[in-house]
Nanobody, 123 residues
Framework: QVQLVESGGGSVQEGGSLRLACDAS????????MGWFRRAPGKEREGVAI????????NYTDSVKGRFTVSRDNVKKTVYLQMNSLKPEDTAMYYC????????????????WGRGTQVTVSS
């Protein structure tokens, strides 16, 4: 099992920044591809960003392109989501996800999930 623990959520004013982190305890045994998802109240879960095991390939949902950046530190076993120019519509619970298959990740399908961290953006 892969355990994922998110941190870094909080409350911020519109236009502010936050950096989320996801610690993956099973990182070293396989180059897991990782993703960030979010679920806003009353809405379905939405894929935000994905990153390949080596970190060379990333993908973003259109609404965050140019504002969010996903990265990873394979030594620290941590994946990050830098969120800049935050908007009220970014308010959601953010979840970290992982999978051993890049083809699955590239379809925004993941087998392992964290419990989430709340991000609230006020206007």
């Amino acid at each position: 099992q892969v355990q994922l623990v998110e941190s870094g959520g909080g409350s911020v004013q519109e236009g502010g920044s936050l950096r989320l982190a996801c610690d993956a305890s099973d990182y070293s045994r396989s180059r897991l591809c990782m993703g960030w998802f979010r679920r806003a109240p009353g809405k379905e879960r939405e894929g935000v960003a994905i990153i390949s095991g080596a970190g060379y390939t990333t993908n973003y949902t259109d609404s965050v392109k140019g504002r969010f950046t996903v990265s990873r530190d394979n030594v620290k076993k941590t994946v990050y989501l830098q969120m800049n120019s935050l908007k009220p519509e970014d308010t959601a619970m953010y979840y970290c996800a992982a999978d051993s298959s890049w083809s699955r990740c590239n379809e925004w399908k993941f087998g392992y999930w964290g419990r989430g961290t709340q991000v609230t953006v006020s206007s």
